[in-house]
C-alpha cells in the first residue's frame, strides 16, 4: 500500500506537474530544442499511461513492481539518460512512420462510423421522445376531457337541484294562519243600525 501511494506521488509530481511546466517555458521560449524534447516525452508517457492502466491490474502482484514503475519514470525524465527521446527514436518513430497511413485510414473510417451512428442514434432518441410526448399529451387531455365532463355533470346536478320549482297545492292544514278560525266583521253601517235599535 505504502508503494502504491509513493508510485503515484511521483508519476503525479515528476512524471506530470514537472514536465508540464517545462513544457509550458518551451513554447513560451519557441526554443525548437526543448518543443521537441517534451513532445517527444509526452508521447512516450501517453503509451506509458496507457500500458500502465493494465498492468496495474495484473502485474501489481510482482515483486517491486510499483518500485520499477518509480525507476522507469526517473529514467524518462533523467537528462542523463535521456530515457523519452531514446525510446520514440529506436521504437516508437520508426513504428508509426511506417504504419502511419493505415492508422489514418483507421482513425478516419472510426471518425466516419461514429459520426454515422452518432446521427442514427440521435434520430431515433428524437423519435423515442416525440412519440412518448405525443402519447402523454393524449392521455393528459384524455383524462382532462373526462374530468371537466364530471365536473359538468356535477354542476348541472347541482343546478337542478337547487332551482326546482316549489310543489304546487293547498298548505296542509293547521299550518300557519290559515288554520285559525277567523269571526267575519261586521261593517260599520250595520253596527250602527244595531245601537240605533237598542237604544230605541
Not at 15 to 29: E, F, I, Q, R
Not at 101 to 120: F, G, M, N, P, T
Request: aromatic fraction near 14%; glycine fraction near 8%.
Amino acid at each position: 500500500m505504502v508503494s502504491w501511494i509513493i508510485s503515484r506521488l511521483v508519476v503525479l509530481i515528476f512524471g506530470t506537474l514537472y514536465p508540464a511546466y517545462y513544457s509550458y517555458k518551451a513554447v513560451k521560449s519557441k526554443d525548437i530544442k526543448e518543443y521537441v524534447k517534451w513532445m517527444m516525452y509526452w508521447i512516450i508517457f501517453a503509451l506509458f499511461t496507457t500500458a500502465e492502466t493494465f498492468t496495474d491490474i495484473f502485474l501489481c502482484w510482482f515483486p517491486f513492481y510499483y518500485e520499477l514503475k518509480i525507476a522507469f519514470v526517473a529514467w524518462l525524465l533523467s537528462p542523463y539518460t535521456k530515457g523519452s527521446s531514446l525510446l520514440y527514436r529506436k521504437f516508437v518513430h520508426p513504428t508509426l512512420s511506417s504504419k502511419e497511413k493505415e492508422i489514418d485510414d483507421c482513425l478516419v473510417q472510426a471518425k466516419d462510423r461514429s459520426y454515422d451512428a452518432l446521427v442514427h442514434f440521435g434520430k431515433r432518441g428524437l423519435n423515442v421522445a416525440a412519440t412518448a410526448a405525443v402519447m402523454a399529451a393524449s392521455k393528459g387531455q384524455g383524462a382532462l376531457s373526462e374530468r371537466l365532463r364530471s365536473f359538468s355533470m356535477q354542476d348541472l346536478t347541482t343546478i337542478r337541484g337547487d332551482g326546482a320549482p316549489a310543489p304546487s297545492g293547498p298548505p296542509p292544514a293547521g299550518s300557519g294562519q290559515a288554520g285559525k278560525h277567523r269571526q267575519p266583521k261586521m261593517s260599520r253601517s250595520a253596527s250602527e243600525s244595531a245601537g240605533s235599535s237598542g237604544t230605541a
